[in-house]
């Protein structure tokens, strides 16, 4: 639907007539779920730009808090409670069939940025503007490329249920060492493709984490029947279909449950924790590093990292059940306010998002004329860095708007 107000938007604008219209761009409020950005990758190609705005739970409160307070004509002292109950909302329809997965649409954006700072937000949207129309005196920022590091290590993960990475640089942004979520090898390491006797989730064909939570299911499904503590209709069935029905199946009540949350027996070593594990093998100090890693860690990884004495952590991909804070408070601090100096600080990633890395910093032309001298930049007649052909994607929004027959038979009543 998206895409069918864009295409009629550009036909209004020429008046009518079925050709492009004048270079324009298109704002699109809100992406709720991974398939819609998906078709717009697949209608648009890097012509779409995601970007991803990040804010802590306690703004995000405060955020709403103010604007419900505005609202209300009497007891303004129930803004909290509404605030907290929307975010709540949102929260809960992550599992849901036809819910919204902002977790997991905000993690495929080509730029992040936070909310909290006015100034730094437009300085920020300011720089991808240049880097999309192909400015080539802008180059990346430490955080960029350690992040880019990091996804590349992910890159490696053959683990069956994502792939994460991680990166340690120095202060200065060299390069300590990296990891990914694999399994362990004899004498050190992960396993690589093309070890011998090679032994990963994959070649074992199963995900012993599953395997195991099934089994604690199933465990007490057998203790309830023993008690007779289930319904006569639930007593009947074997508690191997019962553990099936609450994890598999749709409707599955277990699937996210925090008993889950206590301790995993996946054989894959995290990606944190690869990392840090390399550097130890190798002798290399990261006391006082910065590491870089997709995913905001869990409470295991957390006191690996602070353990070794690393200062912060910049992650992309939040991550609600880690118990991080709530176990070690005394030792992180996330997303303060100000670093804290007697805590390892976590923070959100800000910048160029891994998968655009290439697109926006490999030089494609020659950054000096023949004389030697740097070439002048004229921003007012800069062209996109991505070329892409207009007629392409105006057909592939016809192609895409047509699969939907109800929404052909809207627009063809329309007087465009």
């Known amino acids: 639907m998206a895409i069918a107000d864009i295409r009629r938007a550009r036909i209004s604008r020429s008046g009518g007539v079925r050709k492009p219209a004048q270079r324009t761009a298109y704002l699109v409020r809100s992406f709720k779920r ?84 006015r100034p730094e937000l437009e300085k920020n949207l300011r720089r991808l503007a240049q880097l999309t129309f192909g400015n080539p005196y802008i180059s ?4 960029e490329q350690a992040m880019f590091f990091a996804k590349a290590a992910a890159l490696r993960s053959l683990d069956l249920s994502r792939q994460v990475g991680a990166a340690i640089v120095s202060n200065d942004g060299e390069l300590l060492t990296t990891g990914c979520n694999e399994v362990p090898r004899f004498g050190g390491g992960l396993y690589w493709a093309g070890d011998e006797s090679v032994d990963r989730d994959y070649e074992r064909g199963f995900d012993s984490n599953v395997g195991v939570k099934r089994e604690i299911v199933k465990d007490i499904f057998d203790r309830l029947k023993d008690k007779g503590l289930l319904s006569s209709e639930t007593m009947l069935k074997s508690s191997e279909d019962l ?137 007012q007649s800069a062209t996109p860095r991505i070329k892409r052909f207009v007629f392409t994607y105006t057909y592939a929004e016809a192609f895409a708007i047509d699969e939907i027959p109800p929404l052909r038979e809207k627009l063809d009543r329309s007087p465009l």
């Open 34 to 117: 991974p398939e819609e950005v998906d078709l717009f990758r697949q209608v648009y190609g890097k012509a779409f730009t995601l970007i991803s705005v990040y804010a802590s739970r306690s703004w995000r409160t405060h955020f709403l808090k103010k604007a419900i307070a505005s609202t209300l004509s009497s007891d303004k002292s129930r803004a909290d409670e509404y605030a907290a109950e929307l975010i709540s909302i949102d929260h809960d329809e992550e599992g849901k069939k036809l819910g919204q997965k902002v977790g997991k649409t905000f993690p495929l954006a080509d730029f992040f940025v936070t909310s909290e700072s």
């Open 140 to 143: 990346p920022s430490r955080d």
């Open 243 to 379: 553990s099936d029905e609450a994890l598999f199946k749709n409707g599955a009540y277990l699937k996210d449950s925090q008993v889950f949350d206590v301790i995993e027996f996946g054989r894959a070593v995290h990606a944190e924790m690869a990392a840090i594990s390399q550097a130890a093998r190798a002798g290399v100090r990261l006391q006082d590093g910065r590491l870089f890693c997709t995913t905001f860690p869990c409470h295991i990884c957390a006191r690996h990292i602070v353990a070794s004495g690393i200062k912060e952590v910049v992650f992309i991909e939040p991550y609600e059940k880690s118990r991080a804070q709530d176990l070690f408070g005394d030792s992180i601090s996330v997303e303060p306010v100000e670093p804290s100096p007697t805590s390892t600080n976590f923070r959100a990633f800000v910048g160029v998002a891994p998968r655009r890395y290439l697109d926006f910093f490999e030089a494609l032309d020659g950054r000096k004329t023949v004389d030697g001298k740097i070439r002048p930049l004229d921003e």
